[in-house]
T-cell receptor
Framework: AQTVTQSQPEMSVQEAETVTLSCTYD???????LFWYKQPPSRQMILVIRQEAYKQQNATENRFSVNFQKAAKSFSLKISDSQLGDAAMYFCAYRSARDTDKLIFGTGTRLQVFP | ETGVTQSPTHLIKTRGQQVTLRCSSQSGHNTVSWYQQALGQGPQFIFQYYREEENGRGNFPPRFSGLQFPNYSSELNVNALELDDSALYLC????????????FGSGTRLTVV
């Protein structure tokens, strides 16, 4: 069975600085997808960025980028130029390429942003 | 484009009772998934519906059941509520085959006393 581990329960960063959130996963599959979701106090899960495992190039979305290390089964999220609105829970998630649309989530990292 | 709407937003039930949670999918989406998020945890997959049939299930007992309607809205039913069922229940809709195209609702906070 696949698992997702986020070892940082809480992280903090100063506004305009850069922060990296860690995620590791375990799977025996070679084809899968990885995601980072943001959950603000409104509780709605918002997709931040996604990565297809077959792609070697790391995904980037504006201030958000990932460091995908397939052999190490590591998928970290880097937030550059942090903003107060980035404060939220961040969840790493895994999806098999051949399963249903089921997402497997980690336990989350609470990110605080200080002015 | 409408998002995913869940109702009610909050609910308090007594142990042993039954509860029905509702979800209206985003327009154009044909698949709906339900997740349970206990306090301080990540969401756990309950089940998914596609074309009105269950299309995958997580490690949840049969007292968790669901329905998907022709308009792609959905219900989550939980019978014989237990204290551990207290959680945030999230609904997510998607169009089958589109990677990452999940739209989540804001959830229903269920408290079982």
């Amino acid at each position: 069975a696949q698992t997702v581990t986020q070892s940082q329960p809480e992280m903090s960063v100063q506004e305009a600085e850069t922060v990296t959130l860690s995620c590791t996963y375990d799977t025996s599959e070679s084809d899968y997808y990885l995601f980072w979701y943001k959950q603000p106090p409104s509780r709605q899960m918002i997709l931040v960025i996604r990565q297809e495992a077959y792609k070697q190039q790391n995904a980037t979305e504006n201030r958000f980028s990932v460091n995908f290390q397939k052999a190490a089964k590591s998928f970290s999220l880097k937030i550059s130029d942090s903003q107060l609105g980035d404060a939220a829970m961040y969840f790493c998630a895994y999806r098999s390429a051949r399963d249903t649309d089921k997402l497997i989530f980690g336990t989350g990292t609470r990110l605080q942003v200080f002015p | 484009e409408t998002g995913v709407t869940q109702s009610p937003t909050h609910l308090i039930k007594t142990r042993g009772q039954q509860v029905t949670l509702r979800c209206s999918s985003q327009s154009g989406h044909n698949t709906v998934s339900w997740y349970q998020q206990a306090l301080g945890q990540g969401p756990q997959f309950i089940f998914q519906y596609y074309r009105e049939e269950e299309n995958g299930r997580g490690n949840f007992p049969p007292r968790f059941s669901g329905l998907q309607f022709p308009n792609y809205s959905s219900e989550l039913n939980v019978n014989a509520l237990e204290l551990d069922d207290s959680a945030l229940y999230l609904c997510a809709s998607s169009f089958t085959g589109t990677l990452g195209g999940y739209t989540f609702g804001s959830g229903t906070r269920l408290t079982v006393v």
